[in-house]
Every structure is written in C-alpha cells, then in structure tokens.
C-alpha cells in the first residue's frame, strides 16, 4: 500500500494553482533509465542487494504508470522481486503457480484491524518460522493508494487462503512526493524495508532505505528545480557498494 486515498499526483510543489502544475509538469525532462526529472537522476545510485525473503507486488495498473511509484525501487534492488499487475477477474498463472509452490510461504501484507479475517492474521515470528523451516518467506504487498488496496484486498478470492502478515512499526513515513493521511501510512518501498528488517535481511532493508531516500530526496528537490550537489550520506553509502561490487 502507498500513502493514502488522498494522495494526488503532482509533478510540481504545493503552492500554485493547478494549471501551473500541469504545464510545469509537462516540461519536466526525465531519465529514460530511472523516470526520473533529469535533474537528480537515480541511475547512479542504483545498488543490488541479497535478500532470504522475497517480495512480490501486486500493483494496481494506475500505479505502473506513476513515477513517484516507489514498488519499483524494491525491484530495482532485490532482482528476486516478482511485480504483477492486479485484476479482479484474472489471476496471473504465474502468480497461481507460485503460490502453490512449497518452497515459498507467502504472506498477505494487511492491516489486522477487521475482525472478519482475524483467524488469518500472523506475526512476524511466522516469517523467522518459515526461514527455519527452510522456506523462503515471501511478503505479497498490494501496492496502491489505501483505497485500491483494499479493494485489492477483498476482490482477491486467490489470496483468500494466504496468512496475513500486519506491519507493526513506530516508522513514520519520510515518502514527501504524496500526501500521507496519516504519517503512519508508509509508502510500499517503506513498508518492504520494515519487513526485511524486521525478518532478518537487515542489509537488504539498508540498501533499500538508503536507495529509497535517494529517490525522495532526488524527486522532491527536483520539483523545486534543485539540483542536490553534494552527495547526502545515503548518496554516499551507495556509491560505495557499487564500487565494492
Ligand atoms: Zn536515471
């Protein structure tokens, strides 16, 4: 899930009206490598990391087309990422496939706060579980704006079987390219590093936390025309594990 149903896509700062936005936004020049504002582009930053766990999205098809997207930037970094895109009728064989295959324990990422699925949810000790029984655990996240993935949620009958994994955090969100209803909706990219955290693949949530500041960092300055100079710490720390590789 991405910060909220409120969220808006703007290619420019709060400020002015919405015309300026769309005409700013339209001049915007992007990185064909990143689709990024060329401005701060993100390809040199790109860094690869080793995850036990695996996270495959289920991307509602108007997130594909968003550049402030963030589900991308956890493929971008963990190459076992699988992205397929939802569908309310149809469920992706590939998808079907895997989710019968033993050597996956898949888990739902959902809020735990209704009670009609209780009997489903787990914690994260499941994961530890899975990892000790030699399965890879898999965190299935529904990546769109609150309301989408709740509808995602419902209109799933595929996914009616999968354990429920609810992220439990103090993280606030640091996502500045939508506005969060609440600071404690974090966008998909966020939620993926608490869970690898939490689950033990501590640096793969590092890389992807560094990768994912760079991307925000990058993004926001880049609406208000700011070309960042100096690298920021997290700049730094992945250029030099792409110099190590
Ligand atoms: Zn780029």
């Known amino acids: 899930m991405s910060s909220s149903d409120t969220s808006v896509e703007h290619d420019a700062p709060s400020g002015p009206t919405r015309r300026e936005f769309k005409a700013r936004g339209s001049f915007v020049i992007r990185c064909p490598g990143c689709n990024l504002p060329k401005l701060n582009c993100l390809c040199p930053y790109r860094a690869s990391a080793e995850s036990v766990a695996q ?3 289920i991307t509602h098809s108007l997130e594909h087309m968003k550049p402030t997207n963030t589900g991308r930037l956890i493929r971008d970094v963990l190459s076992d990422t699988r992205v397929f895109t ?5 469920l992706d064989p590939e998808l079907a496939a895997l989710l019968q295959d033993a050597r996956y324990a898949p888990f739902l990422i959902f809020p735990d706060d209704q009670p009609d699925y209780a009997e489903r949810v787990v914690d994260i000790d499941a994961v530890h579980a899975a990892k000790a029984s030699e399965r890879i655990p898999v965190f299935v996240i529904l990546d769109g704006t609150w309301r989408q993935a709740r509808r995602m949620f419902r209109k799933s009958p595929y996914l009616d079987d999968l354990p429920i994994l609810a992220l439990r955090t103090e993280r606030e ?3 500045r ?3 969060p ?3 404690a909706h974090l966008c998909t990219a966020e939620v993926a590093i608490e869970l690898l955290r939490q689950g033990g693949d501590e640096m793969a949530a590092s890389v992807l936390d560094d990768y994912f500041d ?4 990058s993004y926001a300055a880049s609406r208000f025309y700011t070309r960042i100079d100096a690298p920021t710490p997290a700049m730094q720390r992945l250029l030099a594990r792409r110099s190590g590789d």
Not at 86 to 90: A, D, I, K, N, Q
Not at 214 to 217: G, K, S
């Open 55 to 57: 996270v495959w999205l």
């Open 86 to 90: 939802w569908s309310r009728t149809e």
């Open 173 to 175: 969100t640091r996502y």
């Open 177 to 179: 390219l939508r506005k």
């Open 181 to 183: 209803a609440s600071k």
């Open 214 to 217: 760079v991307f925000n960092e």
